[in-house]
């Protein structure tokens, strides 16, 4: 049922060298924030107030810094780095790609709002398919975020590397954490 609802996902198996070229060509790397303990956000979660949010603990910030080495070592140019406002999200931007992280409410959660799903989803689809670089285009966000676009259920700290075609998510690879 799943396959029908998203006939644009491909099959996630690919090799993790093929993510990491693809990325040296422009691709798009679609990352699940790095490790935050627990699920979802506690009652009472205010944007810009980390303290009433679910954040990175001490392995979710080295995870994070990993991403961005791996990035590095490899000589992936990074044209644009975009993240959810949830500290999760822009604190594991942050400590991977330092400056070039910004902000993009697109890529915020709608776990606790899955009307915003369709919505959301359109939107995140138009900055996507906007995409031509230079470089690769890094968005840090969700797990709702990524099933959503791909169909894949990603782990912290991983990402589902794709291109765009016809308008629509190809998945290249993954590159797990």
Request: aromatic share 6%.
């Amino acid at each position: 049922m799943f396959a029908a609802a998203m006939p644009f996902a491909t099959d996630a198996r690919a090799d993790e060298a093929a993510a990491w070229e693809a990325l040296r060509g422009g691709a798009i790397a679609l990352f699940r924030h790095a490790i935050a303990p627990g699920t979802g956000d506690p009652p009472g979660m205010r944007l810009g107030e980390c303290a009433t949010q679910r954040n990175l603990d001490g392995a979710g910030r080295e995870q994070a810094r990993r991403i961005g080495e791996a990035f590095r070592a490899r000589g992936i140019t990074i044209g644009a780095a975009i993240h959810s406002r949830w500290c999760r999200a822009t604190d594991t931007a942050r400590l991977a790609f330092g400056d070039q992280a910004r902000p993009e409410p697109v890529f915020d959660s709608f776990f606790d709002e899955r009307r915003q799903e369709p919505v959301r989803t359109a939107a995140a689809l138009g900055i996507l398919n906007a995409w031509s670089g230079p470089g690769a285009l890094v968005a840090v966000t969700h797990q709702v975020n990524i099933t959503a676009l791909t169909g894949i259920v990603p782990a912290s700290g991983e990402a589902v590397v794709v291109r765009m075609r016809g308008g629509r998510p190809e998945i290249v690879g993954r590159l797990r954490p």
